[in-house]
């Protein structure tokens, strides 16, 4: 009886344990040649919760590539890429869904609102607790363009698949599905899979899955492909495969990523390298296969390897090839085994990542610098950066962020980070973070407890309060801070030492906590630059005295090891010598540098530059003490020589930031700024101007690019006073009180901007309003419209002169805001450069300016590619004079939006200005040199 009861139970289990896996079996024809998959799918679900389902929920993410309003649409224009929405509807995919079927019934199914790659079904009877659905699926696959997210297909006709297929939802008491937006982050249950693929011969297949079976027919091949426990299958189809299979003693490591030239005797040490180190800390892998490509890597590259051109090596080859496979094996082998939501948990596995990049750097290459060989170079490795780390660049990387108050918690969900943030600050945070906790518990508990962690919960559901629960048990310290202070929130870590006492026998010192949070910090004494003690200060909450043996130390130092991702490094050391142990020496350094916190840093940098035609080349020496990651306050001194006007000219700041967090205001900056330089030919401006001005953002969103500033300053003018200068004024010297409010969202698709201003001076004071609207429509057409419009509060300026007036198509600048090369000029081609500010006009008509008030519109469209229509039209009024209509029209050739753009007058109240004489000096254009300016094309992308 004990037998039977025993061999019941046994048949029991394993019939549950084989009811319950979740089950995807699927028939696949390839036709590449029309781009299309036409899959025939069964999908069995188990319901592991006790809550009884009446609807399911399915990712069908092929279909995010239909239409330029999915959410991945959208994520793709908000990073600047135009290359989905102006790309063909032939280019985009998408899923037509002939059947959904449950034992041969219909089910009714539908899209969801505004996620079109979701799709919700209606099951004929309740799915109760622990059983399991089973349903048919019969649909078409239209292959996207491979130019949108790298997968798809190329243009050579290679096939890089990844979600190509619909998958089950999770439900865990909640339903867990979510749009794709180019994260790869598909949250799914580990299932077993077989695949039965039909594709063309010349093809080579490559797959994590095992291959079972291969049938050969004259035009084509069908392989059946079987993996156990498989969360991600990503399919490639080549015609010429770079896929190279290395076999180590547990698993064959299939690998396209580009090897740096190596041999392969070379490639398969190293392999094993990585291998052993993974297997040692993570244990075996559960798959046969481990898949590696080079699409992986240039979705998660070594940054700062990648920067820089191809050309420059500062890593031996096999150091560079290594990292690369390193970094990639962590994240697959994690991806793969990891089971947690990589969508809202995401910090864990990137945490876990960098955490044994670091290690394995450590071990393997512990004397690698941050800048490789170049750090030996003459000229470089007297900078700072050259005694840097190879592991010292995740610190700095956080810290880019964390200095311009965009750094985001470590909690927040993947689609809310800042690009940034989600490819690199969050992920270093992460494994930085990891570091700092093991450094505090000791012990090697931390690593201890990540690795029993992964392997514990290896392929089974799993998450990050899981994890932290986990860790907390083998640690008798408090570590609540980490997943309240540093996982959860911004709060920065930022210590200094205040007051310091010593006797023969001990110090007395008091540590302050600039801010609110509960991170401990590390405090060494040191002799000269030997260490004699470690000390870890818990619970600062503001201001914390402690007394320490003396030990012979003559210094006290805070995080003297830089584990701990600290804002501000400079005030974190004491020198127990003398009186004035506070002061830290200069130190100058030719070009910018890595901040070194022992010194106060001076910079030189030569500087060439051309900023107007009256000073022509200039060069000169800036002296500033801003390093690679921002500083609070800055100071900036740039003498320089022109060689036109032969006499020195440059610029002087001094600025102040208060960053606040939080808030929708997140920044106020004041300071004061002056210059002198050429304003015509031989005629000089002085300028100093104190400002302030009030920054604000969506405190809960910070990919919205909605912003706000509101500025005032004072703005000083001082200028030679030259009476045959067609644009001078009878007083050349004056001072203006200006207030800026301006209200931007600057989107690729949707672009909208509006701003007031307001001017007081001695003899008027002026109002204006400018908006400007942009709208790139799914037609690929783009329609801009500007409208202007300006009064005079008062004007009792000198009515012959325009220079405080108006301008229809040529501001006279006198705040001094626009980089004009010629602001002087009447006639020539510096004449012609258009800035589009006040009236906007191309053409330049009878009456350029407006003293008493005017209105203008501008308007240009689409006519062919990056070739449009632009018209103008408006009123301008000056005194003693009725309301005068002005109009012109003509071509836009917009090469780079807002950076480099031709106009070509056609029509206006001149008549047709195209058959006039001189139409050469007609055309307009509008140019940026300024690199930081030009920098913003890139800022705008990532932040």
Not at 213 to 228: A, E
Not at 474 to 488: H, M, P, Q, V
Not at 619 to 636: C, D
């Amino acid at each position: 009886m004990r037998k039977y009861t025993l061999n019941c139970i046994i048949l029991l289990f394993i019939c549950f344990s084989t009811f319950s896996q979740n089950k995807i079996d699927l028939k696949a024809d390839f036709d590449i040649e029309n781009r299309q998959i036409a899959i025939s799918q069964t999908i069995q679900y188990q319901n592991t919760t006790n809550d009884v389902l009446q609807t399911i929920y399915l990712n069908d993410w092929n279909n995010s590539f239909s239409t330029k309003k999915t959410p991945l649409a959208i994520r793709i224009a908000d990073e600047y890429n135009n290359d989905f929405h102006l790309a063909k509807n032939k280019d985009r995919g998408y899923s037509v869904i002939t059947s959904i079927k449950q034992n041969g019934e219909d089910l009714t199914y539908n899209q969801l609102k505004n996620q079109i790659d979701v799709l919700k079904v209606e099951l004929k009877e309740p799915l109760k607790p622990n059983t399991s659905y089973t349903i048919q699926l019969e649909y078409l696959v239209k292959i996207p363009s491979a130019k949108f997210t790298k997968y798809g297909i190329t243009n050579e006709g290679d096939i890089n698949l990844r979600y190509w297929y619909i998958t089950p939802a999770i439900y865990d008491g909640k339903w867990q599905y979510y749009s794709n937006k180019n994260l790869d982050d598909l949250f799914i249950p580990k299932s077993d899979v077989s695949l039965e693929i039909e594709y063309p011969n010349g093809y080579a297949l490559t797959s994590e899955l095992n291959s079972s079976n291969t049938t050969q027919y004259p035009d084509k091949q069908i392989i059946k492909l079987k993996g156990k426990g498989r969360v991600d299958n990503k399919l490639f189809l080549n015609k010429n495969s770079n896929f190279k299979t290395l076999q180590t003693d547990k698993l064959s490591i299939i690998s396209n990523i580009k090897d740096e030239g190596l041999e392969v005797l070379d490639k398969v040490l190293i392999t094993e390298k990585v291998t052993n180190f993974i297997f040692e800390n993570f244990g075996d892998y559960p798959h046969k296969k481990l898949l590696l490509t080079q699409i992986d890597y240039d979705k998660d590259p070594l940054y700062g390897l990648n920067f820089l051109p191809s050309f420059i090596k500062p890593y031996p080859n096999h150091f560079q090839y290594e990292l690369k496979i390193l970094k990639i094996a962590l994240h697959n082998y994690l991806e793969n085994t990891l089971l947690i939501n990589p969508r809202t948990e995401q910090w864990l596995l990137d945490g876990i990542q960098i955490y044994y990049l670091m290690n394995y750097v450590e071990e393997h290459y512990p004397d690698m610098k941050f800048l490789g060989t170049i750090a030996n170079l003459w000229g470089v490795r007297s900078f700072h950066a050259a005694d840097m780390k190879f592991n010292d660049k995740y610190v700095l990387a956080y810290m880019l962020m964390a200095r311009t108050n965009r750094d985001q918690p470590l909690t927040m969900a993947k689609d809310s980070l800042l690009k940034f943030n989600k490819s690199i600050a969050n992920k270093y945070k992460a494994g930085v973070g990891l570091k700092y906790l093991d450094d505090f518990v000791n012990q090697d508990i931390v690593e201890k407890s990540i690795e029993a962690f992964l392997k514990q919960n290896k392929l089974k559901p799993t998450t990050t309060a899981s994890f932290e629960n986990f860790i907390k048990s083998k640690t008798n310290k408090n570590i609540n801070w980490f997943f309240e202070d540093y996982i959860s929130t911004r709060k920065s870590i930022d210590f200094k030492i205040k007051k310091v006492k010593k006797t023969e026998d001990s110090i007395t010192l008091t540590i302050k906590n600039k801010n609110e949070n509960k991170m401990p910090i590390s405090l060494y004494s040191l002799k000269n630059d030997s260490i004699i003690s470690k000390t870890w200060v818990e619970n600062v909450n503001g201001n914390k005295t402690i007394t320490i043996p003396r030990l012979d130390a003559n210094k006290l130092v805070l995080n003297y090891n830089n584990k701990i991702p600290e804002f501000n490094l400079r005030d974190n050391w004491k020198s127990l010598k003398g009186f004035f142990f506070n002061n830290k020496p200069l130190q100058f350094r030719v070009f910018q540098d890595v901040e070194d916190p022992n010194y106060n840093q001076v910079f030189f940098m030569p500087i060439a530059e051309f900023n107007n035609i009256y000073d022509g080349f200039t060069a000169g020496a800036k002296i500033y003490n801003k390093t690679v990651l921002r500083k609070l306050f800055n100071y900036k001194i740039a003498p320089r020589y022109a060689f036109k006007s032969k006499s020195i000219t440059g610029s002087a700041s001094i600025f102040k930031t208060h960053y606040v967090q939080n808030k929708n205001l997140y920044a106020i900056h004041y300071g004061i700024a002056g210059g002198y330089n050429s304003y015509a030919e031989d005629l000089f401006v002085r300028q100093i101007t104190p400002s302030i001005q009030f920054q604000f953002r969506q405190n809960d969103d910070f990919r919205s690019n909605k912003r706000q500033w509101l500025s005032l300053r004072h703005v000083n003018i001082n200028r030679d006073r030259d009476v045959n200068n067609i644009l001078t004024t009878t007083e050349p010297n004056y001072s203006i009180f200006n207030i800026r409010y301006v209200n931007s969202n600057d989107n690729l698709i949707n672009y909208s901007k509006w701003n007031t201003d307001f001017q007081a001076g001695k003899d008027f004071s002026k109002i204006s309003f400018n908006y400007e609207f942009r709208r790139l429509f799914e037609s690929n057409r783009q329609i801009n419209i500007r409208f202007f419009a300006g009064t005079f509060l008062k004007n009792n300026t000198d009515p012959a002169s325009n220079y405080f007036s108006f301008a229809l198509d040529r501001p006279t600048d006198y705040l001094f805001d626009y980089n004009y090369l010629g602001r002087s000029e009447a006639s020539g081609i510096f004449s012609q450069q258009f800035i589009e500010a006040e009236g906007g006009f191309k053409s330049k008509l009878e009456t350029p300016f407006a003293n008493q008030w005017i209105t203008t519109v501008n308007t240009s469209t689409t006519l062919w590619k990056y070739i449009l229509a632009y018209g103008d039209l408006g009123f301008v009024k000056n005194k003693f004079d009725s309301a005068k209509f002005v109009y012109d029209s003509g071509i836009r050739i917009n090469l780079v939006t807002d950076y480099f753009e031709i106009y070509f007058p056609m029509y206006s109240n001149l008549g047709w200005e195209i058959g006039q004489p001189n139409y050469d000096q007609k055309i307009r254009f509008k140019f940026t040199a300024d690199p930081q300016v030009l920098l913003g094309l890139f800022r705008r992308r990532w932040y």
